[in-house]
């Protein structure tokens, strides 16, 4: 391709993108196309897939625009850099996208073409932990963890919780520390049964997540918990930390008010 039919397939291909037309953006790729922003998610292949994404992207951003600053070419490439941004109207792919978020974000684009005219491929440079920032997605969903993933099985067990589950999470040397025990718990046998006797001590109990922050192989949890103690209803909140190894938790200390779970006992005894 030479400069001007570079130029004209760039043009075209943008034009697309802010025409909100995910149908024509996905033309635009060979049949086996991709396009794939560094650092956030897997590549996207294929032209369903491809008007998939896009239009996921155009429902979150009805307002969505691009506008080039700069562009160069090479041999059937196209280099251009400049701002991509809109208001988020709904979430992004579930990755919880808050709705009534402004986003404006540098961004370079790396087009590369078939002879025809055609997208081989494009790749998109930007700095996902601003447009994190800016649309409200925690960086861990984009970017994930092994603490990160941990929380939907987290979720799901403290949705209803049951103790035969517990040695799937944990390694068999697992070590635990929580507050009002007067020990450490020792071995996924016996973090079994403290879970166990937290569930018969607390009927009803469950464990909602309030918010995270995970690292490598770390997470701490903010949650909130509520059930029941003496026939009295208890809610009351905590902080979990929890450690990993081979993708089982190996290491974790668990706080919370201890007091509000003695003041609903005592009560439930007058």
Request: with cysteine.
């Amino acid at each position: 391709m030479n400069r001007s039919e570079l130029a004209a397939a760039t043009a075209a291909y943008a034009a697309a993108k802010n025409a909100h037309d995910a149908d024509a953006v996905a033309a635009a790729y060979a049949p086996d196309g991709v396009y794939q922003s560094i650092g956030f998610g897997e590549p996207v292949q294929g032209h369903e897939p491809l008007k998939g994404f896009y239009q996921a992207l155009f429902t979150a951003l009805p307002n969505y625009h691009g506008e080039f600053e700069g562009i160069a070419y090479g041999e059937n490439t196209a280099v251009a850099w400049g701002r991509f941004g809109g208001t988020i109207a709904t979430d992004f792919l579930g990755l919880g996208a808050q709705v009534g978020r402004v986003v404006d974000i540098p961004v370079t684009f790396v087009c590369t073409f078939r002879d025809d005219g055609l997208l081989i491929s494009d790749v998109g440079y930007f700095d996902v932990a601003t447009f994190c920032e800016q649309t409200g997605i925690r960086l861990a969903s984009v970017r994930p963890t092994i603490g990160g993933g941990f929380i939907p099985g987290y979720e799901a067990f403290w949705a209803a919780p049951d103790p035969d589950l517990v040695p799937q999470i944990g390694t068999k040397d697992l070590r635990s520390t929580w507050v009002g025990q007067p020990a450490e718990i020792v071995g996924i046998g016996a973090y079994q049964e403290h879970i166990r006797a937290m569930t018969q001590r607390i009927p009803g109990l469950k464990v909602e997540v309030v918010d995270f922050l995970a690292e490598d192989d770390t997470v701490f949890i903010e949650f909130v918990a509520t059930g029941t103690v003496g026939g009295q209803p208890v809610r009351f909140k905590g902080l979990d930390r929890f450690r990993f190894r081979d993708g089982r938790v190996c290491d974790g200390v668990t706080m919370y008010d201890d007091s509000v779970l003695r003041r609903a006992l005592e009560a439930g005894l007058q």
